[in-house]
Each structure stands twice: as C-alpha cells, then as structure tokens.
C-alpha cells in the first residue's frame, strides 16, 4: 500500500485483488473502527481465512514486511554500496555518487567511510531509502564501539576510538578463523607498543586501490602510500574495511601473549610466531612448501 492510499483506495485495491468481495461494508467497518486515519503504508502478507477486522487490524497496526540484508565482515566501503544497490526493495538515492558526497547526504560530512558501517544483519520494510539503511548501520557501528571503547582492555597503544576501528579492520581483513580474532590483534597490538611496523598485506591492498590485480608482488611491498604498513609506521589513515562486532572486541581485547608474527596455514588458520627466526621457518612450511620443518608448537612438520 503506498503511502497516503486512503481508505476507499485501499478497499478497491483489495476489491480487485479478489480479497474482499463486499466493499461498501468494508468502508463502514473501517470508519467504524476509525480506520481512515490510522492506515499505514507498507506491504503486507494476508493469510487465507483473514476476516475484513483483521485485515483492517493489520493495516493499522502497521505490520508491514521485513527484508533482510547482511552487511559482510571485510568488505570495503564501495563493495557494500554495491551490494546494498543491489537489492531489490532499496530505493537508490546515491547511485553515481562519490564517497564524500554520500556522507554529506548521511549527515556527516567530512568522514571517510570506510569502515563507519556496521557488518550486521538489518530488517527494514520496502521502499526503505539507501540513506536511511546507511544511516541506520552508521549509528549501529557508533553505538557498538561505544559500548567496546567503555570495556576496552588497559594499557592499549590506541588513543580514540576512531583507532580501535582502523585495527579492527585490519584484524577482520587478516582472520579466516573467528577464534584467531583476538591472537592476531594481540600481535598487532605488541607491534604497535614495540613500534615495530605492522607488516600487513591487506593494507598495502587497500593502498593500491584499482591498481591491484589480485597478485600482491614484492614491488608492491615497497611502493609507499599511506597505507602501506610495511614502509610506514603505525596505523593506516583510515579503515580498511567494515568490521563486525566481534573485530572490535578483538581490536579492544586482544588475547595475551609474546608472538609478534604469524602466517597463514593455507587453512584459514594462521601459525603464530614469537622470533622471526621461527617466524621464517613457518613461512618456509605453509608459504614455500618446504618439508621436514621442524617447527617449535608442532613437532616435526610433515
């Protein structure tokens, strides 16, 4: 039903529809129930059996549909524009539009997006705006690193709030496993306190914006922009992508411990390291293939 149907254009909606069969009653009980005023724009599921109280009921109460979108742990900002654009009772008001743009019609301008939106699963009825929906996962991520930032552990080398949300992306983009969440911000954490670089491949990604193809390369390593993590210090400018809660948490309750390096298992899983020396003698293993590693929290490698 479309916002401002009055109650005689709804009875003949649902008249054509074949849903009520008596439609001067229908408009007599729905003044009688001071239906005229009260009826609600949306859409609505009418079950078979449903009596014209009930429908009018429903339509009142504004029981409207709910759809479903998940914002997804990882993406960029552009990723989940696009995915939001993509579903079908969004209405796009900020399509063709750049970033900075789109955050002045949200309300805050000036802000960099990435990484402002909570990765979450959000219901809304059709016809829901795309600022609306952005908005709504904005004040959601406000909220949840409120909350995090108030509980966060002590003696962290993060100095806002803002902070806690660039390393939470960086821990989202590095996890393949949910429980190494908190190990890989604990070794990003020490890095940070030791002011060692944090040596991140996804950052260096991020930098490389359009240019890069899918093949990180050495020259890429060394190629200085603002978010390369290997020839700069310290954290990125920004986020790097959108976190979920469970990132944030990570980011402000990194587990304990001494390992300052870690790579990837091939698994989703990472092995993780407190020298550089075992540190390399894992990447042999997992990155080069090499047989017989011995290494320290495994025995004799395979």
Same mark, same amino acid.
């Given at each position: ?118 990765? /979450? ?8 705006? @795309? ?41 989202? *983009?590095?996890?393949? *496993? ?34 890069? @193809? ?8 060394? *190629? ?25 948490? +990570?980011?402000?309750?990194?587990? @304990?411990? @001494? ?7 091939? /698994? ?5 390291? +407190? ?8 990447? /042999? ?18």
């Amino acid at each position: 039903m479309p916002p401002g149907t009055s109650l005689q254009q709804t009875t003949s909606r649902l008249q054509a529809q074949g849903i009520i069969s008596q439609p001067r009653f229908f408009i007599m009980l729905g003044r009688e129930l001071d239906a005229a005023r009260r009826l609600q724009a949306g859409e609505y599921i009418l079950r078979q059996g449903m009596t014209p109280r009930d429908l009018l009921s429903l339509m009142t109460a504004g029981k409207v549909v709910q759809h479903g979108l998940t914002l997804i742990e990882g993406h960029t900002f552009a990723e989940m524009l696009a995915r939001i654009h993509a579903h079908p009772v969004i209405k796009a008001t900020l399509t063709d539009l750049d970033s900075a743009v789109i955050m002045e019609r949200l309300g805050y301008p000036g802000e960099h997006p990435e990484g402002r939106f909570l990765a /979450d699963t959000y219901h809304f009825p059709r016809n829901t705006t @795309d600022v609306a929906f952005l908005q709504r996962a904005y004040q959601a991520m406000q909220e949840q690193l409120a909350a995090a930032w108030e509980t966060r552990a002590e003696g962290l080398p993060l100095e806002t709030p803002y902070e806690a949300l660039i390393l939470a992306s960086i821990v989202e *983009k590095e996890t393949g *496993k949910a429980e190494e969440r908190a190990a890989i911000a604990g070794v990003f954490v020490r890095r940070l306190q030791r002011g060692m670089r944090l040596q991140t491949d996804p950052t260096v990604i991020y930098g490389l914006g359009a240019t890069f @193809d899918g093949n990180l390369r050495r020259r890429d390593l060394v *190629k200085d922009t603002p978010y390369n993590t290997y020839t700069r210090h310290g954290l990125p400018p920004t986020p790097i992508a959108i976190p979920g809660a469970a990132a944030n948490q +990570a980011a402000l309750h990194p587990a @304990d411990g @001494d390992s300052l390096y870690f790579v990837s298992r091939g /698994d989703g899983s990472h092995y993780f390291s +407190a020298t550089l020396k075992e540190h390399e003698l894992a990447v /042999d293993k997992y990155q080069r293939g090499k047989r017989g590693i011995k290494l320290p929290q495994e025995g004799q490698g395979k």
